[in-house]
């Protein structure tokens, strides 16, 4: 594994840090429709993973998978001189923060639909799934930008990651399917992932929140609870009327989850939990320190 990471990265705001890591196929800008409400009070990083987006693929022999993903992101927080920032994921983004959170890396990791609590049958359902999508993105591409601009378009392409895909602005769309099209290492870390599981859940010791979609239909809901029960601690807390990627159906409420599971960090630090800390709807188990 190389001591340099070379990735594209986008940084903004003040406050403590607060690193953003996109799911499968996707880049750092899936982010952007939440940046201004972490602004004011986070200094935002967010990355596009080695293989995809604009960052080039890792050096060749770099296996795919988790592990190698949470290295490469490792070693770019040492790159950037953050020591123990807070971290939050979307899918397979959300499990590498967990890992992270695993090796107490980060003060604290937020996972929004996190990968890796998929059953047998689910893994199936997954990896069917995201293979057709990257058959119909690879089919789009060429034509993203004038195709973006059709609703009837968008909810044909967005709607398994989306609950409102008429809400995606049609640039964004147009350069998430080229993002999704151009992707060099989605195939081999997508054949690598539905084979692995997260484990070792009761050896995180920071605060994590695990955040769920309500209307995901890629990771279904149903793994939410499942999630909760195998990380050590973690509140539960439902995204209402969201998809997979919920950025687009929810910035304002999707902020705020992201923006607590830092503040819950803060506040057990200086005061250890307390009820009021957790968010309507969420549940807490026993176990956080």
């Not at 799911?23 to 972490?38: A, E, K, T």
């Not at 209402?240 to 960090?265: E, I, W």
């Amino acid at each position: 594994m190389p001591e340099h990471v070379d990735v594209v990265y986008h940084r903004s705001g003040t406050g403590p840090p607060l690193v953003l890591i996109h799911g499968i196929g996707s880049h750092w800008q899936m982010w952007q429709p939440v940046l201004s409400r972490l602004e004011p009070e986070r200094d935002v990083i967010a990355f596009d993973l080695p293989g995809f987006g604009a960052s080039p693929m890792p050096p060749p022999g770099t296996p795919a998978g988790i592990q190698s993903l949470t290295d490469l992101t490792s070693r770019f927080l040492d790159q950037l001189e953050l020591e123990r920032p807070h971290v939050a994921g979307n899918s397979l983004g959300g499990w590498i923060a967990l890992e992270l959170a695993k090796r107490d890396r980060v003060a604290s990791a937020t996972g929004l639909s996190p990968a890796g609590f998929h059953n047998s049958r689910e893994a199936v359902y997954q990896r069917a799934s995201l293979a057709t999508t990257l058959r119909v993105a690879r089919a789009l591409a060429p034509h993203a930008d004038r195709l973006g601009r059709s609703p009837a378009i968008r909810r044909l392409t967005w709607s398994q990651i989306v609950a409102r895909p008429e809400l995606v602005p049609p640039p964004d769309a147009a350069a998430a399917t080229k993002a999704l099209a151009g992707a060099p290492w989605f195939n081999e870390t997508l054949r690598v992932l539905v084979k692995e599981r997260f484990s070792g859940g009761e050896r995180i010791t920071v605060p994590v929140t695990i955040a769920w979609g309500e209307k995901d239909r890629l990771l279904l809901p149903r793994q939410a609870p499942r999630a909760a029960r195998r990380v050590r601690g973690a509140r539960l807390v439902i995204v209402t009327g969201c998809g997979h990627v919920p950025t687009y159906d929810d910035p304002p409420q999707v902020a705020r989850v992201l923006l607590d599971g830092s503040r819950h960090a803060a506040a057990e630090q200086s005061h250890g939990p307390t009820a009021d800390q957790t968010p309507t709807g969420a549940t807490t188990e026993s176990g956080t320190s």
